[in-house]
């Protein structure tokens, strides 16, 4: 998370965003963890963890998973670590306009 909070400080600006997926058994359960990790980005929820339909959607099999989608929509890694995005936003943000 730490991490994430960085990078998201760090590329804010450049058009990059993280949005969280929570499959948490609740939507209380789920706005508990963002305001004890102090997550201060968009976080979707589905009830029913990795059975629920917002996992079947996204294509979801385990947990934790990190996804970078591109602009329009497209995802470009479905196993990014968060070593390779640091490294990944480097050569693809500086190579689009800000």
Known sequence: MAQLKKLQREYKQQKFTVVGVNLDDSIDQAQR???????????????????SDLAKE????????????????????????????QSELKTRLSKSPR
């Not at 102090?38 to 009830?47: E, K």
């Not at 385990?62 to 329009?72: K, S």
Request: proline content about 4%.
């Open 33 to 51: 963890f963002v305001k004890q990790t102090q997550i201060s980005w968009p976080n979707l929820h589905g009830d029913g963890g990795l059975e």
């Open 58 to 85: 996204m294509g979801i099999f385990t947990l934790p998973v990190m996804l970078l989608i591109d602009e329009q929509g497209k995802v470009i890694n479905r196993q990014i670590t968060v070593a390779e995005l």
